[in-house]
């Protein structure tokens, strides 16, 4: 036996339901251009932020976008050295978290374990070394705080100051294996220079 739902009832599951679907889109609507948080999956910013880290995301740091697309409506401020940022890789769009290490106009390098900015020594570098570049106007380079262990603009180049989609503000909780990290609540994020 077919059974149907009177338009009466459907109105009024509409009316019951409407408050969670309008609270759900605001929710994401919030996450998409206001804030967000980030799952830590990998050593590459390590002791910075630590496998099984969850991460808030300020993504109004640098502009206003509308919700659901990357589009800007606004800029706000330019990224800075130090800055820990989320943004897309440029070989796969996966969302990637790093510190900006030098902007546009900066000249970067690395050699025998050391990071130059500008032709002083700014911190380590790892094993990899690289013959100065100049980082152009409007891009900026990022390295993880691992520097044998990540993935960054040593690779795939600096990129496009736009393609950062946000600036990490701290460590909300963190997770290790199953268990929660008693020190890791509500920790810092500070920029480095």
Known sequence: MKTTM???AARRLMREYLGLVLFLIGMFAFRSAYADWYHIPSESMEPTL???DRVVVNKHAYAWRLPFTDLRLAERAAPQVGDVVTLA???DGTRLIKRIVAVGGDRIAARDGVLYRNGSAVGPAGRVSFAPYLVPVGDVFVMGDNRDASFDSRFFGSVGAERVSGRAV???FSIDGWLPRSD???VSVAPVP
Do not use: E
């Open 184 to 186: 890791r609540w509500a």
């Open 50 to 52: 630590l496998v099984g």
């Open 6 to 8: 009177s338009a009466a």
């Open 89 to 91: 890789s440029p070989d």
């Open 170 to 172: 701290m460590v909300a």
